[in-house]
């Protein structure tokens, strides 16, 4: 696929999304939720941390990346939400059901990493992996939030090529596979 038709693809996909009446207030919700909740997780995490202090120790950079992932994020849910009801996965495929989770599992994924900007979120979310996994999150944090933020960019390219109505098993349309 080149990278204009997988432009197209997605744009379609999020206009199909939106579409339906309501879906950019869900889609607002959802990414302010996914903010807060971003710097929510250590303030509740790390002992002595509360919302103020939270966010007094932030940069503009951590709040550049956390609202970036943030409505990244909420895209790919409000895209995950559309293709369960309209049903499209009722009767997919593995590979289709494959890709949906693994999709679904980078998402949590990456967005867990995304708060590595951050040595007190680190610390209180991250701690459990040992203080060498800690230095190393916070040396190459910024890394690995761009790392989070491309592996939520292709989530959404896949649940866009679904939402689409292309096979992701055999790259046609599902009319003719």
Not at 7 to 25: H, I, N, P, Q, Y
Not at 54 to 82: C, E, K, P, T, Y
Request: charged share 15%; proline share 2%; hydrophobic share 55%.
């Amino acid at each position: 696929m080149t990278p204009r038709k997988t432009m197209a693809t997605t744009v379609r996909a999020v206009r199909t999304v939106f579409a339906k009446r309501g879906r950019a207030t869900t889609f607002v919700a959802l990414a302010l939720a996914t903010f807060l909740l971003f710097i929510w997780l250590p303030v509740k995490l790390t002992p002595g941390n509360d919302f103020l202090f939270q966010l007094s120790i932030m940069r503009w950079s951590d709040f550049v990346l956390f609202g970036m992932l943030s409505l990244l994020n909420a895209l790919l849910m409000l895209m995950q939400w559309h293709l369960h009801k309209t049903q499209q996965d009722a009767k997919a495929g593995f590979a289709t059901v494959a890709v949906s989770g693994a999709g679904g599992v980078s998402a949590v994924f990456a967005s867990m990493l995304g708060t590595a900007s951050c040595s007190a979120c680190v610390a209180g979310i991250l701690g459990f992996l040992g203080s060498g996994s800690v230095l190393l999150l916070l040396k190459y944090g910024r890394m690995i939030t761009v790392v989070a933020v491309a592996m939520v960019i292709v989530a959404i390219w896949f649940a866009a090529r679904r939402v689409d109505g292309i096979c992701v098993s055999c790259d046609r349309e599902k009319k003719t596979c």
